[in-house]
């Protein structure tokens, strides 16, 4: 994203989140995008737009620069020639986070999801290569949940978030990797306090996620390792 200007914002979160997603599908066979981290992935792109800006008296609506994101993910040098400087990294100086009352929510974060995919179609994606680079096959969502989703209804009412929560919550293998470490310990507490919600926000009745649509992907059962 560092070529993509001087500063950055929506339009160019997601253009990066694209081609992180189409580079993966040309390049890595054993590509996988999961419901739950299939829709957070593009997601994080955003995040780090309205999380990492420096919302200062100046530019209140917040500026990202490549000084602050180098800052927050502790790498130096130039395009070509970045040096990631482990444990170093820092909240830079004279930063300032967005203001309390302009939290970023869970419906701020599914709108940005809709207006994404609405401008790169297939950022939003489920399925995975089949074994091969440039093999992607996608994965029906209304077939997976049962008729109780398709991509067309996630972007009425409260549903986005309760397909997010709902697979979250469903054991999927997003949530199961052994690889996550403590990550999944963080996880698993995060879940126990997303539940209640699926309540609250009036979720369709779920009956099941028909995950044996992802055994024609080795992605989905694939344990990576290294550091």
């Given at each position: 994203?560092?070529?993509?200007?001087?500063?950055?914002?929506?339009?160019?979160?997601?253009?990066?989140?694209?081609?992180?997603?189409?580079?993966?599908?040309?390049?890595?066979?054993?590509?996988?995008?999961?419901p739950f981290s299939g829709a957070v992935a593009p997601a994080a792109h955003n995040l780090v737009?309205?999380?990492?800006?420096?919302?200062?008296?100046?530019?209140?609506?917040?500026?990202?620069?490549?000084?602050?994101?180098?800052?927050?993910?502790?790498?130096?040098?130039?395009?070509?020639?970045?040096?990631?400087?482990?444990?170093?990294?820092?909240?830079?100086?004279?930063?300032?986070?967005?203001?309390?009352?302009?939290?970023?929510?869970?419906?701020?974060?599914?709108?940005?999801?809709?207006?994404?995919?609405?401008?790169?179609?297939?950022?939003?994606?489920?399925?995975?290569?089949?074994?091969?680079?440039?093999?992607?096959?996608?994965?029906?969502?209304?077939?997976?949940?049962?008729?109780?989703?398709?991509?067309?209804?996630?972007?009425?009412?409260?549903?986005?978030?309760?397909?997010?929560?709902?697979?979250?919550?469903?054991?999927?293998?997003?949530?199961?990797?052994?690889?996550?470490?403590?990550?999944?310990?963080?996880?698993?507490?995060?879940?126990?306090?997303?539940?209640?919600?699926?309540?609250?926000?009036?979720?369709?009745?779920?009956?099941?996620?028909?995950?044996?649509?992802?055994?024609?992907?080795?992605?989905?059962?694939?344990?990576?390792?290294?550091?």
């Open positions: 994203m560092y070529d993509l200007g001087e500063t950055f914002g929506f339009n160019e979160a997601a253009a990066q989140s694209d081609y992180n997603t189409r580079w993966s599908i040309l390049n890595n066979p054993y590509y996988f995008s999961a737009i309205n999380l990492m800006s420096n919302h200062s008296a100046e530019v209140p609506g917040g500026t990202l620069t490549r000084e602050t994101l180098m800052s927050f993910f502790s790498i130096t040098g130039t395009s070509g020639n970045f040096v990631h400087n482990r444990g170093r990294d820092r909240i830079p100086l004279n930063w300032y986070r967005r203001a309390t009352l302009d939290a970023h929510t869970i419906p701020d974060v599914l709108v940005d999801l809709v207006a994404i995919n609405s401008i790169y179609p297939g950022i939003l994606r489920f399925g995975g290569n089949t074994g091969t680079a440039n093999s992607f096959a996608g994965v029906d969502l209304q077939n997976f949940t049962n008729g109780a989703y398709n991509l067309q209804t996630l972007a009425e009412g409260n549903n986005g978030a309760c397909f997010l929560l709902q697979a979250s919550l469903a054991g999927l293998p997003d949530a199961a990797a052994p690889a996550l470490g403590a990550v999944g310990s963080v996880l698993g507490w995060a879940l126990q306090q997303l539940g209640p919600l699926a309540q609250r926000f009036g979720c369709p009745q779920l009956r099941s996620f028909n995950n044996d649509l992802f055994n024609a992907f080795p992605g989905a059962s694939y344990t990576g390792s290294g550091r």
